[in-house]
């Protein structure tokens, strides 16, 4: 079975600096991975997903992930964060033999202070 | 192009009462999912339709949960009766492929 782990539970950070959002996955067989956001009250928003190809992933709002798998890491990143990117950050991944099943990590608060 | 369409969007019940949730899926999605969501935690899996066919149902609690998508579009997940630890939001979510689009959700709150 396959399982996330979202290395932090929050992150603060000050306007236009960059940050990175960890995830790490367990898996023994292929992965598919998703990084999803959810402003307060709202549904999830996919931002970017890795299927195959080019392991560094381009998403909406200049986030970007990069997959790693020797590492087994996806961590998400954006080079200058904005006041509207505070919301909360997770991670999921899909199997080659779990087609249409995420599991989700726990996901991240991210936190940008003016 | 509507998105996932749920409703309520709040509900507040007493124990014991049954509550039932409405999801209307992206048109020509013909994958739909119901998700639990904790608080302060990454929304699980409760069943996975394709059509009208449920082919993963097996983490919904079958004793007290139920759900249907007739005509595999609409679906309805019912709770009877709900206890305190149904609070959660439960999230619907549709999907062409890989890529899930979720509804806003329900609120639940169970007093």
């Known amino acids: 079975a396959q399982s996330v782990t979202q290395l932090d539970s929050q992150v603060p950070v000050f306007e236009e600096a960059p940050v990175e959002l960890r995830c790490n996955y367990s898996s023994s067989v292929s992965v598919y991975l998703f990084w999803y956001v959810q402003y307060p009250n709202q549904g999830l928003q996919l931002l970017l997903k890795y299927l195959s190809g080019s392991t560094l992933v381009k998403g909406i709002n200049g986030f970007e992930a990069e997959f790693n798998k020797s590492q087994t890491s996806f961590h998400l990143r954006k080079p200058s964060v904005h006041i509207s990117d505070t919301a909360e950050y997770f991670c999921?991944?899909?199997?080659?033999?779990?087609?249409?099943?995420?599991?989700f990590g726990q996901g991240t608060i991210l936190t940008v202070h003016p | 192009e509507a998105g996932v369409v749920q409703s309520p969007r709040y509900k507040i019940i007493e124990k014991k009462q049954p509550v039932a949730f409405w999801c209307n899926p992206i048109?020509?999605?013909?994958?739909l999912y119901w998700y639990r969501q904790n608080l302060g935690q990454g929304p699980e899996l409760l069943i996975r339709y394709e059509n009208e066919e449920a082919v993963d149902d097996s983490q919904l609690p079958k004793d007290r949960f139920s759900a249907e998508r007739l005509k595999g579009v609409d679906s309805t997940l019912k709770i009877q009766p709900a206890e305190l630890g149904d609070s959660a939001v439960y999230l619907c979510?549709?999907?062409?492929?890989?890529?899930?689009?979720f509804g806003p959700g329900t609120r639940l709150t169970v007093t």
């Open positions: 999921a991944v899909s199997t080659s033999t779990s087609y249409g099943k995420l599991t």
């Open positions: 048109s020509g999605h013909n994958t």
């Open positions: 979510a549709s999907s062409p492929g890989w890529e899930q689009y």
